[in-house]
């Protein structure tokens, strides 16, 4: 439990970083921010994986660069799905998932999937 918790803060911390710094998308409010949060990862736990295996076909195609546009119509349906949250077209979809994404891949460096924290030391015996 503690590490859905953990994940949907660094979650919702990246959609205001995305906010903050893209000019297509706003966030009306701290509740707003907290529920796209999970719902972005609802949406990505639930739906995604069913689209890409839908898409599959035009993934293989395009190099997996189809996948892009998966992440950012994930995004997007989420701002849809939500009042407080608008984003005005595809590239703001696009570098909003790639803030958020980025965001959680940073996180996961360091935070294992129970939610505690996790760092590896590597040492050299000579």
């Not at 660069?65 to 009042?83: I, K, R, S, T, Y």
């Amino acid at each position: 439990m503690q590490g859905i918790i953990l994940r949907t803060a660094i979650n919702a911390l990246g959609l205001a970083i995305a906010a903050l710094i893209l000019p297509g998308i706003t966030i009306r409010g701290f509740g707003t921010l907290l529920v796209a949060a999970l719902l972005m990862g609802l949406v990505n736990a639930l739906l995604r994986p069913v689209v890409v295996i839908v898409t599959l076909p035009i993934t293989i195609v395009t190099f997996g660069l189809f996948l892009l546009v998966v992440n950012a119509a994930m995004f997007g349906l989420v701002a849809a799905l939500l009042e407080g949250f608008a984003v005005s077209g595809f590239f703001a979809a696009l570098f909003g998932w790639l803030i958020v994404s980025a965001t959680g891949v940073l996180s996961s460096w360091t935070i294992g999937p129970d939610g505690r924290y996790e760092i590896l030391i590597i040492e050299k015996r000579r």
